[in-house]
């Protein structure tokens, strides 16, 4: 069903908002929006990133070849230029170098999103369990939905077309091409709320890494992490809760920390009582 929302994707010549939250006054507000991470949070796309990249680095005869830790490493860089950037600082040992690391980057990446949007093609994702649902029951309640990511526009586009409605289910989509400052720093949050119309403490994160985390909280919205394939050892001490998934009726998430429940199904009486219990 149609709901008569409009996607809204924010541009990059809008200024940042929030650079503190400290202007924003307390007290109980009523829970009026969501705002979701994409890679890892909404599906578990990182494995297949990673895929992309060696591929991209093979297509290239590059010798490089990432494994499981170092790409564990260096998702603490929001976005693939920069992670590939940050690799040749200060991971890679070789002797070659490359005179133009920005170009490098560049064409790396571009080569890396062709690959995936090839594998999402093949009909190799899913959105994690419980996404579908919880983001059904918000919109049919009136709750406005939001993205913060890192991911480039065009890595949103190819789940868009291939595994997430992002223009059915969003009312606005910060990606990581739109600020100026990728996550940790909590720029993507202040530009979803401000185009939401809603304050942090109107809002619920979910975030599956300390980097999103981290982002999520210093722009003052409290979190959910839902702990995914290459995040599992992450530090969600920030988190409201850590969970294994948002689980779905009948087939409930782990809660790995953070509330006394031994199981919980995320949905939206879960999320009240949580929003009224932080602040």
Same mark, same amino acid.
């Given at each position: 069903m149609q709901l008569g929302y409009s996607l809204t994707l924010v541009d990059a010549q809008r200024p940042d908002r929030c650079k503190s939250v400290a202007g924003f006054p307390k007290g109980v *507000?009523?829970? &009026? =929006?969501?705002?979701?991470?994409? $890679? %890892?949070?909404?599906?578990?796309?990182? *494995?297949?990133?990673?895929?992309?990249?060696? =591929?991209?680095?093979?297509?290239?005869?590059?010798?490089?070849?990432? $494994?499981?830790?170092?790409?564990?490493?260096?998702l603490s860089v929001g976005g693939s230029e920069e992670r590939v950037r940050y690799f040749l600082d200060?991971?890679?040992? %070789?002797? &070659?170098?490359w005179p133009n690391s920005g170009e490098l980057a560049a064409d790396l990446r571009a080569r890396k999103d062709r690959h995936f949007r090839r594998l999402l093609g093949a009909g190799a994702l899913s959105p994690r369990p419980g996404v579908s649902r919880l983001i059904t029951e918000a919109r049919a309640a009136g709750l406005r939905l939001g993205i913060a990511t890192s991911a480039s526009a065009r890595s949103l586009d190819a789940l868009s077309q291939h595994v997430l409605p992002v223009d059915d289910w969003f009312d606005c989509v910060v990606t990581g091409d739109s600020v100026s400052r990728k996550k940790p720093a909590p720029d993507a949050y202040c530009r979803v709320m401000d185009c939401l119309g809603v304050s942090p403490a109107e809002c619920i994160a979910f975030e599956d890494s300390t980097a999103g985390l981290e982002s999520a909280v210093a722009a003052g919205v409290v979190a959910i992490a839902t702990v995914s394939e290459f995040t599992d050892g992450d530090d969600f001490s920030r988190a409201a809760v850590v969970l294994e998934h948002l689980g779905d009726p009948g087939a409930p998430a782990r809660v790995v920390a953070g509330d006394d429940a031994s199981s919980a199904c995320v949905d939206l009486d879960y999320l009240r009582a949580l929003h009224e219990r932080t602040h």
């Open positions: *507000r009523m829970l &009026k =929006a969501l705002i979701f991470d994409v $890679d %890892g949070t909404l599906a578990e796309t990182e *494995r297949l990133h990673l895929l992309s990249f060696n =591929a991209a680095f093979a297509e290239t005869e590059m010798d490089w070849a990432w $494994d499981d830790a170092l790409y564990r490493h260096l200060t991971v890679y040992t %070789g002797s &070659k170098t």
